[in-house]
């Protein structure tokens, strides 16, 4: 009997996805036959400080929208009000905007209807989608990382007339390469075929802390960078290196579509 190659036996590939998030990339990369090194870079988890936060729940009811970028911001924000016995489907003039599909889910796993949901999935397409409704006047919640986030959309929903307000609802950290599982077999390798980033964030934490030669060495042999989106890509290239692979849609599904496309 023949036994068919899977499209990525023999790919040694790299996942700097946080613990928590990063299974679902690894999963699927295993299972089209790739040896997966899970080297998180980053871990989420509270603000360090739910003041300014709290402040905001208790005056819900002044905004007319809540605009949420990430799963992340989903998360925190819904446990948080939670914590607080809030419920968002209580503020039914309330609207909803969500950017990608993996954010809609999570939001439709707490129950909460979403009004606005771009084709495109970041920020700049979300604001397309605002650019036919009059914001002026309006108030508009952005629940958000509180390092690194960009302001893009609070500047631009200004510009049409709204008052955006960030509110720091998670934080996201560094993580020490060498405690991850596959560290010391991920340092070994005098090849790789591929690093993937899901997050600027992912990508800086991974360059700072790993030696210069080494990463360079990895690249000059051959090693391709994998990006989930423009974003991400921006940051890698801005530092002079190219990315091979950025699906259009940013979801870790269409991600690992492209890799398994670019290897076939």
């Known amino acids: 009997m023949i036994q068919m190659c899977k499209p990525l036996s023999n790919k040694n590939i790299v996942v700097t996805r946080s613990l928590t998030q990063g299974h679902d990339l690894v999963s699927l990369l295993e299972a089209d036959g790739a040896d997966v090194f899970h080297i998180p870079t980053i871990e989420i988890g509270p603000p360090d400080s739910w003041h300014h936060c709290d402040e905001i729940l208790n005056s819900l009811h002044a905004f007319d ?125 005098e090849r790789l075929d591929l690093i993937t980033f ?26 391709k960078l994998a990006a989930i989106g423009n974003v991400t890509a921006d940051v890698i290239e801005k530092d002079g290196y190219s990315v091979a692979i950025i699906p259009e849609k940013s979801t870790i599904s269409e991600f690992h579509k492209m890799i398994v496309e670019f290897y076939k």
């Open 65 to 189: 929208w809540v605009v949420f970028t990430s799963t992340n911001g989903v998360q925190w924000f819904c446990k948080r009000l939670n914590e607080k016995d809030r419920d968002l489907r209580g503020f039914s003039t309330i609207k909803v905007a969500a950017v990608g599909e993996s954010t809609l889910a999570a939001l439709v796993k707490h129950g909460i209807e979403v009004d606005i949901l771009p084709d495109e999935y970041h920020a700049e397409g979300l604001l397309r989608s605002f650019e036919n409704v009059n914001m002026m006047g309006g108030r508009v919640l952005l629940p958000g990382t509180q390092t690194g986030g960009r302001t893009i959309l609070r500047d631009q929903l200004a510009e049409m007339g709204a008052e955006a307000v960030m509110v720091p609802v998670y934080k996201t950290r560094q993580v020490k390469l060498h405690r991850a599982p596959d560290f010391k077999r991920f340092i070994r390798q």
């Open 198 to 223: 899901t997050s600027p964030s992912t990508y800086k934490n991974f360059v700072i802390q790993l030696e210069a030669d080494k990463f360079r060495n990895w690249l000059s042999g051959g090693c």
